[in-house]
């Protein structure tokens, strides 16, 4: 594998909304991230992710830009980000923003021109179609409810589409002009010194031209429209006339020269085309291995869904895709992040919640193969937010509990499907202290503060040798000692103990050297018959390690990391 100058960094994302409010607006803002910049450093951070800071009318929390070049004025200004840049080098600490081109916002003037002038330049930077009998073009179901299309404003018959939000509409990339714009856009923030971008809803770009109606697959007579892109990304592979041709345009163009650094939030992906992707010539240097951590998912709404990861369906599709990436690439692993409920609750049901499973989940990513990234307030095991009805913010969460209700589900089984699964559990303020709100600053916060907050915080676990927050900088820290570096970076992976049921446990290989990691991730203690010997334990997060001639016994959710 070519070496990259970003292999064996640590990533971290900031939702800059609910990381630290510097000014008491109730906001979190960037003065704020850089008040925290040495708590990153200190956590282990290398390369920090900053969810959208544009200009934006905010109905999807800023992943509706309005403006390309900008800060929004909640978050501060281009000086502050500039600021950003300049500290976090200073740190030797790398900065990437979210590039968010499979659309924009209804309020940018883009679309402000398209809809006073539909046939002008700008109705050509969007996908303006008639419709068909007084319907929309066709079934199309937009990824947060109702149909893709919406009449564009002031026309009787003419649609425009929003694979998300209604003022989310989709960018127009058959249209060389915009692919033009675009360009400039992303090489003015990449002189500016940021050191890349995480790709928002990539694979999108490409839409299925013929409009063909899709299967229904639902009591609207809809069919989802991701069913749609994803037929795109298996039928028009290579760069002939596929997606490709957009993917690498914009690599060339912009990320190539840059010696940037990409992170895909790339669907539909299979296993074969991963070399095409984030191979040695691919479009993006990594992309979010999501393959493995969505075994939970079953229906269309939430109430549907597993109340846990089962650890067992986990540990499978992670082997899947660590074989499927072989030697040729990384795929940045993740528990969590700003789309999903809390990973503490996800995979660990609520009465084995403790320092043992949060870190044993701790261990099992950051020691896999791949680029390991965190999601602010995980590394203090922040949880899932109780919340009622009325105190969610997310649209797709109250989208999910409307299409629950129409799909025959109760209020009751609706509202705790969104309660487990809102993407709102994890944009809830970070709990810094056991101050008035969390110590997130000194408003009152834009979204409910856990009320855990007094018992799971940062100070809290600075305090105590023993915390979760101590764990994360252990294991970072281990993670990027001289002595394991490279081989916890480029080391190949191998499945251990692959039938023993809640057992995680994978070998690490280089040259000479071998790691083991094993893991019992269920709350009862287990006997493991060892197949191989070790001469070393080098990293654990529960202090005894009990073993008795070729036996080991693991307490619940013990980690242990042998050499050899
Ligand atoms: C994916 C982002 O992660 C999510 O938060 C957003 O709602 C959609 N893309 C639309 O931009
Ligand atoms: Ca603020």
Redesign the pocket.
């Known amino acids: 594998m070519k070496r990259e100058w970003w292999h064996g960094l640590v990533g971290y994302q900031i939702y800059p909304r609910s990381f630290y409010d510097s000014n008491g607006d109730g906001i979190g803002d960037l003065p704020g991230i850089l008040k925290k910049l040495d708590y990153l450093k200190g956590l282990g951070a290398d390369l920090l992710w900053l969810?959208p800071m544009y200009p934006s009318p905010m109905v999807?929390?800023g992943?509706?830009i309005s403006d390309y070049y900008g800060v929004d004025p909640r978050f501060g200004t281009l000086e502050d980000l500039d600021r950003l840049i300049a500290e976090t080098k200073k740190r030797g600490m790398y900065l990437i923003l979210d590039l968010?081109v499979?659309?924009c916002s209804d309020q940018h003037p883009w679309f402000q021109s398209a809809v006073a002038d539909p046939s002008g330049k700008y109705g050509g930077y969007f996908y303006l179609k008639e419709g068909k009998d007084g319907q929309p073009p066709n079934n199309w179901r937009s990824?947060?409810g109702g149909s893709a299309w919406e009449k564009l404003p002031g026309q009787d018959n003419l649609y425009y589409l929003h694979i998300?939000a209604k003022q989310?509409p989709d960018l127009n990339w058959e249209n060389p002009a915009l692919r033009e714009e675009i360009y400039r856009m992303v090489n003015w923030w990449l002189d500016r010194g940021i050191a890349g971008f995480r790709l928002?809803?990539i694979t999108n770009l490409k839409k299925d031209l013929t409009w063909e109606d899709l299967p229904p697959d639902g009591p609207d007579g809809m069919g989802n429209i991701s069913e749609s892109i994803a037929r795109m990304i298996r039928r028009d592979g290579g760069t002939r006339n596929g997606i490709g041709v957009f993917l690498s345009e914009l690599r060339e163009r912009c990320f190539v020269p840059h010696d940037a650094f990409t992170v895909g939030?790339a669907s539909h992906v299979s296993p074969e085309r991963l070399s095409e992707f984030i191979g040695e010539d691919g479009y993006f240097s990594t992309m979010f291995a999501f393959d493995a951590i969505n075994s939970h998912i079953r229906g269309v709404c939430y109430c549907e869904d597993d109340r846990h990861m089962d650890p067992d369906a986990w540990k499978r599709d992670v082997f899947v895709n660590q074989a499927a990436l072989k030697d040729f690439a990384f795929e940045a692993n993740v528990v969590e992040?700003?789309?999903r409920p809390r990973a503490a609750s996800l995979f660990i049901p609520e009465e084995e919640y403790g320092f043992a499973s949060v870190t044993a989940l701790a261990g099992l990513l950051v020691l896999q193969r791949g680029m390991p990234f965190l999601y602010q307030g995980q590394e203090i095991g922040m949880t899932n937010c109780p919340f009622e009805l009325e105190e969610f913010d997310d649209l797709?969460t109250l989208d999910n509990y409307r299409f629950s209700l129409k799909s025959g589900h109760s209020k009751e089984e609706a509202l705790e499907g969104c309660a487990r699964m809102s993407?709102d559990n994890s944009r809830t303020p970070m709990q810094w202290s056991a101050e008035e709100n969390a110590g997130f600053g000194g408003g009152r916060p834009w979204l409910k503060v856990n009320p855990n907050y007094p018992r799971i915080n940062v100070a809290r676990q600075e305090a105590e040798y023993g915390s979760i927050l101590n764990f994360y900088r252990r294991l970072l820290n281990f993670y990027k000692s001289e002595e394991y570096h490279e081989i916890l970076t480029y080391g190949d992976f191998e499945p251990l103990y692959e039938d023993q049921e809640k057992i995680f446990s994978f070998r690490r290989t280089l040259g000479e050297k071998t790691l083991t990691v094993i893991c019992n991730f269920s709350g009862s203690e287990r006997f493991l018959s060892l197949k191989e010997d070790y001469s070393e334990v080098i990293f654990v997060n529960l202090p005894q390690v009990t073993r008795i001639g070729d036996n080991l016994i693991l307490h619940p959710f013990q980690l242990i990391v042998t050499e050899k």
Do not use: K
């Open positions: 969810s999807d929390n992943y509706d968010v499979n659309h990824l947060f998300f989310q928002d809803a939030e992040n700003h789309d797709s993407r």
